[in-house]
């Protein structure tokens, strides 16, 4: 078997990953938007969102706020470079999508004792979005980010993220404008969307190569089916434009814990399969079959 050549830091979500999309919480511990305060909520209707881009977004900017701002609709949003930064998220009662890392130690105990057994540190990369209450910042949501290599983190500006790209910034921003505007959450259960599993079927399953190269999923997807192929974050906007027929992007994450399998469709950016596993940290075939079987489902039932 082989593993997904990517080295992480993370999570986006996927960090353990609500689907990559994840409403509030704690580092680990999930709550749904109704969890939270009525009057911070409105707080949060009533006021801006910021959404910092990266260097590498410049040369495609204005598709880049041209997508996000047609899947975001739960306030206003504007666009800030990620130099700028510090200067929004000090901005008291306005909310930011804004990158970030954090250091994560792990330590593992001896059986029945409290000996060290082993320690590692790992990097943490997402974006968050959340609310400048004034004394404190309230998170709302986050997205888990895996690195395509390891870097400094005041360097995070530059670094390249595997599943940082247009359609899948869009389809984390219209999962997250939908769990906020409808009080509901997609929490770490495996989602299977009937319809749109049969569209799959129709259309085109994009991979992108820096989440998994074409060698990779020539081995992991023998069972699947339908057509897919494996390009460059770069060119995968533009053959959303120029495909005539169904368009799906997928998110292949693995973080330090878990491994998460999420499906979008690439043109509105809706979730329509996610698979999280716990403890898993490699994409085998079996991974890939599920999704071929969910697929087949969808087909059959509409037929019927």
Same mark, same amino acid.
């Given at each position: 078997?082989?593993?997904?050549?990517?080295?992480?830091?993370?999570?986006?979500?996927?960090?353990?990953?609500?689907?990559? /999309?994840?409403?509030?919480? @704690?580092?680990?511990?999930?709550?749904?938007?109704?969890?939270?305060?009525?009057?911070?909520?409105?707080?949060?209707?009533?006021?801006?969102?910021?959404? /910092?881009?990266?260097?590498?977004?410049?040369?495609?900017?204005?598709?880049?706020?041209?997508?996000?701002?047609?899947?975001?609709?739960?306030?206003?949003?504007?666009?800030?470079?990620?130099?700028?930064?510090?200067?929004?998220?000090?901005?008291? &009662? /306005?909310?930011?999508?804004?990158?970030?890392?954090?250091?994560?130690?792990?330590?593992?105990?001896?059986?029945?004792?409290?000996? /060290?057994?082993?320690?590692?540190?790992?990097?943490?990369?997402?974006?968050?979005?959340?609310?400048?209450?004034?004394?404190?910042?309230?998170?709302?949501?986050?997205?888990?980010?895996? @690195?395509?290599?390891?870097?400094?983190?005041? &360097?995070?500006?530059?670094?390249?993220?595997?599943?940082?790209?247009?359609?899948?910034?869009?389809?984390?921003?219209?999962?997250?404008?939908?769990?906020?505007?409808?009080?509901?959450?997609?929490?770490?259960? @495996?989602?299977?969307?009937?319809? +749109?599993?049969? #569209?799959? &079927?129709?259309?085109?399953?994009?991979?992108?190569?820096?989440?998994?190269?074409?060698?990779?999923?020539?081995?992991?997807?023998? &069972?699947?089916?339908?057509?897919?192929?494996?390009?460059?974050? +770069?060119?995968?906007?533009?053959?959303?434009?120029?495909?005539?027929?169904?368009?799906?992007?997928?998110?292949?994450?693995?973080?330090? *814990? @878990?491994?998460?399998?999420?499906?979008?469709?690439?043109?509105?950016?809706?979730?329509?399969?996610?698979?999280?596993?716990?403890?898993?940290?490699?994409?085998?075939?079996?991974?890939?079959?599920?999704? #071929?079987?969910?697929?087949?489902?969808?087909? *059959?039932?509409?037929?019927?």
């Amino acid at each position: 078997m082989k593993r997904i050549c990517v080295s992480l830091i993370v999570y986006f979500i996927a960090l353990q990953l609500f689907a990559q /999309v994840q409403v509030s919480r @704690d580092y680990g511990i999930s709550k749904t938007p109704g969890s939270h305060k009525k009057e911070m909520m409105e707080i949060l209707k009533n006021s801006k969102t910021y959404f /910092v881009y990266l260097e590498s977004d410049i040369e495609h900017l204005d598709e880049l706020k041209r997508e996000l701002s047609s899947v975001w609709t739960f306030n206003t949003l504007e666009f800030v470079h990620i130099d700028k930064r510090d200067e929004v998220i000090n901005i008291k &009662d /306005v909310a930011v999508f804004c990158p970030q890392r954090i250091e994560t130690n792990e330590t593992f105990h001896e059986s029945n004792t409290m000996r /060290v057994k082993s320690s590692y540190t790992y990097y943490n990369s997402f974006i968050e979005l959340s609310l400048n209450l004034g004394e404190k910042r309230y998170p709302i949501a986050r997205i888990e980010l895996q @690195d395509v290599n390891y870097a400094k983190v005041e &360097d995070m500006g530059k670094l390249p993220y595997a599943n940082w790209s247009v359609p899948l910034l869009k389809a984390y921003l219209f999962n997250i404008n939908n769990e906020l505007s409808n009080g509901t959450t997609c929490g770490f259960q @495996d989602i299977i969307k009937k319809g +749109g599993m049969k #569209e799959l &079927d129709e259309g085109t399953l994009i991979i992108p190569e820096e989440l998994m190269g074409p060698d990779t999923a020539k081995e992991l997807m023998t &069972d699947y089916s339908s057509k897919y192929e494996v390009m460059p974050s +770069g060119a995968i906007q533009a053959f959303i434009k120029n495909s005539e027929k169904p368009v799906f992007i997928a998110c292949f994450l693995i973080t330090p *814990k @878990d491994k998460c399998a999420t499906i979008y469709n690439a043109k509105t950016g809706e979730m329509v399969y996610n698979s999280y596993t716990t403890m898993s940290r490699e994409f085998k075939e079996k991974d890939f079959y599920r999704i #071929e079987i969910a697929v087949r489902h969808a087909v *059959k039932e509409a037929q019927e």
